[in-house]
């Protein structure tokens, strides 16, 4: 696999100088650049707008002296990951992935070297529910992503009830290069397991907790014994002693989560997988802040915790100090991959050559990109911290008590990737497809796969709609991504891929590149043979359904899709669409 970046494509994504400057502010001299506007706050309008002095350019770097008052709390967090190891998001520019995910860590470090990073659950396979079997290449997966993981340094693992089917306790365990929290099992400590983790910020103390849900079979509980959610956070909670937050990780359906409540659980945030149609959303219930993941890495998500004068617990929907951490978080946001942009400049810079790229405007002039020129991006940092620091100096937090706020960051497609996370990667793609080459080079089949071509003499009316559709294109969308050895990829860029008769090899089965016929109603010799054979009527293949299309296009590469509208644009002549 490749993984082709360039300057220009990281300028495409990176929020550079955010609000546009006047044409004449464009074409100045780029030696003594004007202000750089900045754009309206996130969330709530606390700022009022009017201009300032622009801040000095030389100020520009974060972390900021202004928070030293502060006890700041920065937890971020990945869940649901759902063994996914590469970027997602197809079509469009793909999010996410493990390699990315370990820069973007990275990033958040350097801005805040006391950022606390752990991995929540669901982050080892696909194979959420509880009821799947769990294949062999399903282990293997998931021990590759447990030792990925590694590469965004996380501080702590709080495995769901789908890793541990995946990878038992005992050899998770053995396996994970950082502590694993589980707090409700009947044996406290298994297999080298913590029933908590104690974090310090400052003064004050939090403890992070793993709730796995219960487990579905009875043979799993048998092998999986755990306490109810409720009385283990209690226990775990009195045993820590004074504390100042409580945050719990947890795999529970919104049905345990219900029980737990009913039976007295006390935790301040708790963070839960999404329910259908509501990712990465929070709100509070009574005092707990309830969180909720989003699937597929995507996306690294922060909680934010500013303590207020008061000692001991206190969480809760009051006061504007919820707002404002927002608002301080997104510009943080903002700040890292602006800093990152100016940080390539200079280094292009230093290579001797002038990384400033003049543009034609909408009126045809010709001015400098503000995105390509470092001075500029030098003072839109600059204005960013100040910005932030006026946001802070405006945050209240209740007395007694504590501000919370959390957020999704997504983890860009333009983020540079970890090398050594993408060299492990390809060489487990390398692998991956020898051995489904490998296993199916012995394999017999009934029926193979044909390509295209061979439908072009019977149905060229059909042949000739889909050469027009998108389907037709889904392979050249890989290689212009560079993922074109990608196992991930290939199963929904080409025909039959893993299957006997099937794509294997993209050297070597050129006749099945793409979306095409057989992808959709399956393998079709059987069907060619019988339409050759006088008094045969051909099979039909497969009925393509809903289903038959939901298996690419899913909620994670195709968030957007629906079926009354996207069937009839690939509909062909002839075809009879099943319910």
Known sequence: ???????????????????????????????????????????????????????????????????????????????????????????????????????????????????????????????????????????????????????????????????????????????????????????????????????????????????????????????LPLQDGAEAAAQAIQEAGPVDLVVAFTDASLRDQTAWFAAGLDVDVLVTPPPPGREGDSEWRGRTLIVRSQPAGRSVQRLDVVFGTGAGRGLGPTGPGEGILRQVARQEEQYMHQRRLLQDLRAQEAGGEDPRVRVRSAGDEVVLDPRTDPERVQQGLAELKALRRRLVGQLTVPRPGHAASAIKMTVRADLPEDPTVAATLDAFGVRRLEEIEQSLAGASSKSSYLGHEACVDCHTSAQGHWARTPHARAWATLVARGEERNPECLTCHTTGFGAPGGFADPDKALHLLGVQCEACHGPMELHAIQARSPGFKPDPGRPVREATCRTCHDPINSPRFDYSTYAPRVDHPGRRRSP
């Open 1 to 223: 696999m490749t993984r082709p970046h360039s300057l220009m494509t990281c300028l495409a994504f990176a929020a550079a100088i955010t609000a546009a400057c006047s044409v004449e502010d464009r074409a100045a001299d780029p030696v003594a650049p004007p202000l750089t506007e900045l754009p309206p706050p996130v969330v709530g309008a606390v700022d009022s707008g009017e201009r300032r002095a622009a801040a000095d350019a030389e100020d520009w770097r974060l972390p900021d002296d202004a928070d030293g008052a502060l006890e700041w709390l920065r937890l971020a967090f990945v869940q649901d990951n759902r063994g996914e190891m590469e970027a997602c998001g197809c079509p469009g520019a793909p999010t996410g992935g493990l390699a990315r995910r370990a820069s973007f860590g990275r990033m958040l470090q350097e801005l805040h070297a006391d950022s606390v990073l752990v991995e929540g659950p669901n982050a080892l396979t696909r194979a959420v529910v509880g009821i799947e079997q769990i294949r062999g290449d399903q282990r293997a997966r998931g021990r590759k992503v447990l030792e990925l993981m590694a590469g965004w340094r996380p501080q702590a693992f709080f495995p769901g009830q789908a890793d541990l089917a995946v990878v038992p306790l005992a050899e998770l365990g053995r396996l994970a290069q950082f502590p694993v929290v589980i707090s409700n099992l009947e044996s406290p400590g298994a297999a080298g397991t913590l029933p908590s983790l104690s974090v310090q910020v400052g003064g004050r103390r939090v403890l992070l907790l793993g709730l796995v849900r219960p487990a579905v079979s009875e043979e799993a509980r048998r092998s």
